[in-house]
């Protein structure tokens, strides 16, 4: 996947960038030193770059901000409220403007990295509230606009990498009791799945689903996973245990795939099943949801052959 991220070189851009990286994606970061992103002909330019650099977009992250420093309202200057508004509205606008036919081209996604300095206001940071105020407007704004090639989302942290002196103080105001961090928002960018390649033919999918009498079609639940009589028996009885004795039974080579962005299994629950199967292989798949093979189908069939290649030798 190929992404462009604002502010790439920031505590919360970077963060977002070597995340995204890890996950297998393509991604150009840029700073403040690669150009003005507040003048049109700059913002244009860089989204023209990174589309043929990347040789295209599928998602666009917006964390480049400027204006973040306290200041009473009676010495806030014309300049501090242009910083403000040009990085973090202005930018956001035009960047999301040009970046929206490649965008469309892909079905990509658009990801704001808004405040809740949006939601809140804080007197001392007059420019940059209202600035950020702007910007989550924009992610609504920009939502309806492109829909539905394009979707836009925002982000809005809440205390993230504050000073030390201030941590116990602003842990205390959050419900759970800590702040966050660079790595807390780089987890909920990378969350979004913006691009999965839809298969040309469609006919397979008519053995997962049913067309009910409203027309509709419904994902299909085929009764006999069930075994009846079995219906009423504990949970942690009729899978868990069951399927944990099953496990360490195995004698047969073991072959386990996931995809890395897979909102069903977990690393830790992978880790689980090796941990039960020792002599099972552990593929695991960046840049792919839970259902791997369309994903990423090259990779998958990769990972199975060198896997067959290696215990079922010609």
């Known amino acids: 996947m190929r992404t462009l991220v604002t502010g790439g070189t920031g505590r919360l851009g970077a963060a977002i960038a070597s995340r995204l990286e890890r996950e297998g994606w393509t991604v150009l970061a840029v700073g403040s030193?690669?150009?003005d992103l507040s003048r049109v002909d700059e913002a244009r330019a860089l989204v023209e770059r990174a589309a043929a650099d990347l040789g295209?977009?599928?998602?666009l992250v917006h964390a480049a901000g400027d204006g973040f420093a306290p200041k009473p309202i009676e010495e806030v200057t014309e300049q501090d409220w242009e910083a403000a508004f040009g990085i973090t509205a202005k930018a956001t606008f035009f960047v999301t403007?040009?970046?929206?036919?490649h965008l469309r081209a892909s079905g990509g996604t658009v990801v704001m990295i808004e405040d809740i300095a949006a939601y809140q206001p804080w007197p001392s940071f007059a420019a940059h509230c209202a600035a950020k105020a702007a910007q989550a407007m924009l992610t609504r704004v920009l939502a309806r606009a492109l829909a539905p090639e394009v979707r836009v989302c925002g982000v809005a942290p809440g205390a993230v990498a504050v000073e030390p002196e201030q941590e116990e103080r602003r842990a205390a105001e959050t419900l759970l009791g800590r702040v966050g961090?660079?790595?807390d928002v780089a987890d909920a960018v990378a969350a979004y799945n913006p691009h999965r390649p839809r298969p040309s033919d469609l006919s397979g999918l008519r053995k997962n689903v049913r067309q009910r009498e409203d027309g509709r079609w419904y994902w299909h639940w085929d009764p006999r996973f069930m075994t009846p009589g079995r219906i009423d028996e504990p949970r942690s009885i009729r899978n868990e245990d069951r399927l944990e004795r099953a496990a360490q039974t195995l004698t047969l080579p073991v072959l386990l795939v996931r995809?890395?962005?897979?909102?069903?299994?977990?690393?830790?629950?992978?880790?689980?099943?090796q941990a039960l199967v020792p002599h099972a292989r552990f593929v695991d798949v960046a840049g792919a949801g839970h259902m791997v093979a369309g994903d990423r189908n090259d990779v998958f069939n990769d990972a199975v052959v060198a896997f067959?290649?290696?215990?079922?030798?010609v």
Not at 97 to 101: G, K, M, N
Not at 308 to 313: A, D, F, G, I, Q
């Open 259 to 273: 995809g890395r962005q897979s909102d069903v299994l977990s690393e830790a629950g992978a880790r689980n099943l």
């Open 308 to 313: 067959l290649e290696e215990t079922l030798p």
């Open 33 to 35: 030193g690669e150009g």
């Open 97 to 101: 403007q040009a970046a929206a036919p």
């Open 56 to 59: 295209g977009l599928d998602l």
């Open 181 to 183: 961090s660079p790595e």
